[in-house]
């Protein structure tokens, strides 16, 4: 099976040269500079849980909305690799809207406050995360041990960490929240998914996303689901989601409705259009996972494209509870803008 994106690509990078390395050359921005209404610098990561970013892009959407709205807007986006590399970005200034988990979201959401106040724009959908492993003994989150190691995109603030933690604090109890964190390697999900297909190296489990993780149950026999994200917390969720800052909503307003109306048409487009859907993915993203697989994904039950956030606080709460933030949300409107489609998100 060919894996998506050369498993070759030196995607091992730390955060500060990531950003240095592929802002500043992609996207050729200066520094800090600001800019006026009409563009909008994108950062996400890997994996069909954006989607929404494919389709919105293939058939211009922001720009057809912002042409509504009387604003010609320019669309530069960037892939990075784990939720730290994105906050980074986003509080440097390199980026406008940051693509990642509801782990990092909230990380920035606690420590900006009463400063950038960064918060959540919309989901980008509801995915079932999977935790996965290639070694037979482990069946729960009980049987990892010393000999086993988990790859996912950032070791304890990424989503699927933070997923991780809550499954732990309720096995083994608060005090022991990260317990497995001594097992994780920070790994970009198609490295991951590469090692676990082949074998042969230190990792054996992989915490990942669409479609990285059927690619890897699809491509070793010996890979199986330990974990479903759905299972901690509570029903469909959506794990990763959108977010910006203050400044740039405030500054930016019919760029910033242009996106959330792209955000929602794409959504639209490919509830309708799951053949097309996946023909733009392979198109956008050089995909070579086969479509079958991917239209797999995209008409799976479990999964839902909307933009209003769903199950996001039982992983806000417990993060307060074991001291990741220290702001306790009331709910998910403490952490996502008050704009229509969030008012009824949890």
Not at 6 to 15: E, G, K, Y
Not at 47 to 66: P, R, S, T
């Amino acid at each position: 099976m060919k894996l998506d994106r050369s498993i070759a690509s030196p995607l091992r990078r730390s955060a500060r040269g990531l950003i240095a390395a592929v802002l500043g050359t992609t996207l050729g921005l200066g520094a800090l500079s600001a800019h006026a209404e009409g563009q909008i610098r994108i950062a996400e990561q890997f994996g069909i849980v954006y989607l929404l970013l494919n389709v919105a892009q293939d058939q211009q959407l922001i720009e057809k909305h912002g042409k509504a709205a009387g604003v010609d807007i320019k669309v530069q986006r960037v892939q990075l690799s784990g939720g730290p590399a994105i906050n980074e970005a986003l509080l440097s200034g390199s980026i406008d809207i940051a693509g990642a988990g509801v782990g990092p979201l909230l990380t920035l959401w606690d420590k900006t406050q009463g400063r950038q106040n960064v918060r959540g724009i919309a989901s980008l959908g509801n995915f079932p995360y999977y935790l996965t492993s290639s070694n037979p003994a482990v069946k729960t989150i009980d049987d990892f041990s010393d000999k086993d190691r988990i790859a996912l995109p950032a070791v304890g603030v990424s989503v699927q960490s933070r997923i991780l933690q809550l499954a732990s604090a309720r096995r083994w109890g608060d005090a022991q929240f990260n317990k497995l964190d001594r097992l994780q390697v920070a790994l970009p999900h198609p490295e991951a998914t590469a090692a676990l297909i082949k074998g042969g190296t230190e990792i054996n489990a992989h915490f990942g996303n669409p479609p990285f993780q059927e690619q890897g149950l699809a491509g070793n026999p010996n890979v199986h689901i330990v974990l479903n994200s759905y299972e901690v917390l509570g029903g469909p969720a959506s794990a990763t989601v959108l977010y910006t800052t203050e400044k740039f909503r405030r500054d930016n307003p019919k760029t910033y409705k242009a996106f959330i109306g792209a955000l929602a048409e794409a959504a639209d487009f490919i509830t309708r259009n799951p053949e097309r859907a996946a023909d733009i993915y392979i198109r956008n993203e050089n995909s070579k996972v086969p479509k079958e697989l991917l239209l797999k994904v995209i008409k799976n039950p479990e999964v839902q494209f909307k933009i209003t956030p769903q199950n996001t606080y039982a992983l806000a709460a417990f993060m307060h509870r074991v001291g990741a933030i220290k702001n306790k949300p009331a709910s998910a409107q403490d952490y996502f803008f008050d704009d229509p489609h969030n008012a009824g998100g949890s």
